[in-house]
């Protein structure tokens, strides 16, 4: 029975410098860490899915959704803070996103971080995140109708915040304030402060 040849040590660093480059190139845009995901459990028995990626404090990490990402900049913004840890992006995405589409069952899954629960997802809850804080309505116009829904929007009715932002100009900093439930939300709900932070 015969042996295969030998490899040559030169051939061997000439395939292993090549298999590097192949690997390099084919990494470019996506998160470094990035490998196969693991499932736990949470507090609730529900499952979580863990990747190698990493999360603000008591935050499973998610999982990249680079390869879903839809070229419109608000979603992907979104998109990325959910796997970022902004839990409270995941539950905007999923006001946000169309329904049944892959962005929709990332914001589902919390970032890859739960299985899909049927429904919204309350990913913020879920996670026990801090109740986000109302910024004072600071110079936003002149306009005593927007103003009066403002303060309302500051002081908790959250439908105020929907009504703001409905009735407001667009890229004004009523729409803007209306959009981010006075500030609660680093990324705008668009309408979906009512849905999204209710309790």
Same mark, same amino acid.
């Given at each position: ?24 190139? #084919?990494?470019r845009g ?51 803070? #959910?796997?970022?840890?902004d ?35 309350g #990913? ?22 927007l ?5 309302? #929007? ?25 959009s ?20």
């Amino acid at each position: 029975m015969r042996r295969p040849p030998r490899s040559h040590p030169a051939r061997r660093v000439l395939a292993l410098a090549i298999g590097l480059t192949v690997v390099v190139a #084919c990494g470019r845009g996506v998160r470094e860490g990035a490998g196969p995901a693991t499932t736990t459990t949470d507090g609730d028995g529900g499952t979580v899915v863990v990747s190698p990626t990493t999360g603000p404090a008591g935050v499973p990490p998610g999982q990249d959704p680079g390869a879903i990402l839809v070229g419109d900049p608000p979603l992907d913004a979104l998109a990325g803070a #959910c796997f970022d840890g902004d839990l409270f992006a995941c539950d905007t995405l999923f006001v946000r996103s169309e329904v049944d589409s892959e962005l929709e069952a990332y914001s589902r899954s919390c970032g890859g971080r739960v299985a899909a629960p049927p429904g919204a997802p309350g #990913c913020a809850d879920r996670f026990g995140a801090p109740a986000p804080v109302a910024e004072a309505p600071d110079d936003l116009g002149g306009d005593a109708a927007l103003d009066a829904l403002a303060d309302a #929007c500051f002081t908790g009715d959250l439908s105020a915040c929907d009504d703001l932002f409905l009735a407001s100009s667009p890229d004004s900093g009523y729409e803007a304030y209306g959009s981010t439930c006075a500030g609660r939300l680093r990324l705008g709900a668009a309408g979906g402060c009512q849905s999204q932070l209710a309790e």
